[in-house]
T-cell receptor
Framework: DTGVSQNPRHKITKRGQNVTFRCDPI?????LYWYRQTLGQGPEFLTY????????KSRLLSDRFSAERPKGSFSTLEIQRTEQGDSAMYLC??????????????FGPGTRLTVT | QKEVEQNSGPLSVPEGAIASLNCTYS??????FFWYRQYSGKSPELIMF????GDKEDGRFTAQLNKASQYVSLLIRDSQPSDSATYLC??????????FGTGTRLQVFP
């Protein structure tokens, strides 16, 4: 399967613990995005990378959140000192800039985080 | 006012009918428009994108864009029970982040 992959698919953690998620984009895609989705809402943008450069971070991304894409391939999203409000589906998407003004983004299966 | 607005539904249509899903956006600088389908517990799946005024057809799906009215819609012809899902409208403005609506739940009944 050559789609976007994410690991783990599910994570249950206790409040105050740190968690790290991984995303592997489609191989030729140089843009990688992180979104968060809670029940009944659309996904909300967190951050995105072009190659290894982090180009934008949402104000939603508190200091407890950090994302990296060290070699321009896979990316990790770390949440420190998790809170119950962090419980959500964390979605990764990738895209390949084309000739047009839009960049279609393809999502991975997501990591569902539950903070108890 | 939310940047992207959708009726949460559910929109119920009989099998074989046309389902019409609507979306409005507030920022006239929005450049590109996307429709994603999301089954319960799954991630969004891209089904259509459009960036020019008018219609764009792909199989049973037609996306319609009217920038003057800040309105984008998705028509699903010959609706099937397997089309039952939440349909998310999303826009891109001057950066590449998608801004999503809350989605419209579609139910197609046999």
């Amino acid at each position: 399967d050559t789609g976007v992959s994410q690991n783990p698919r599910h994570k249950i953690t206790k409040r105050g613990q740190n968690v790290t998620f991984r995303c592997d984009p489609i191989s030729e895609h140089n843009r990688l995005y992180w979104y968060r989705q809670t029940l009944g809402q659309g996904p909300e943008f967190l951050t995105y990378f072009q190659n290894e450069a982090q180009l934008e971070k949402s104000r939603l991304l508190s200091d407890r959140f950090s994302a990296e894409r060290p070699k321009g391939s896979f990316s990790t999203l770390e949440i420190q000192r998790t809170e119950q409000g962090d419980s959500a589906m964390y979605l990764c998407a990738s895209s390949l800039p084309g000739a047009e003004i839009s960049y279609e983004q393809y999502f991975g299966p997501g990591t569902r985080l539950t903070v108890t | 006012q939310k940047e992207v607005e959708q009726n949460s539904g559910p929109l119920s249509v009989p099998e074989g009918a046309i389902a019409s899903l609507n979306c409005t956006y507030s920022d006239r600088g929005s450049q590109s428009f996307f429709w994603y389908r999301q089954y319960s517990g799954k991630s969004p799946e891209l089904i259509m994108f459009i960036y020019s005024n008018g219609d764009k057809e792909d199989g049973r799906f037609t996306a319609q864009l009217n920038k003057a009215s800040q309105y984008v819609s998705l028509l699903i012809r010959d609706s099937q029970p397997s089309d039952s899902a939440t349909y998310l409208c999303a826009v891109i403005r001057n950066t590449d982040k998608l801004i999503f609506g809350t989605g419209t739940r579609l139910q197609v009944f046999p």
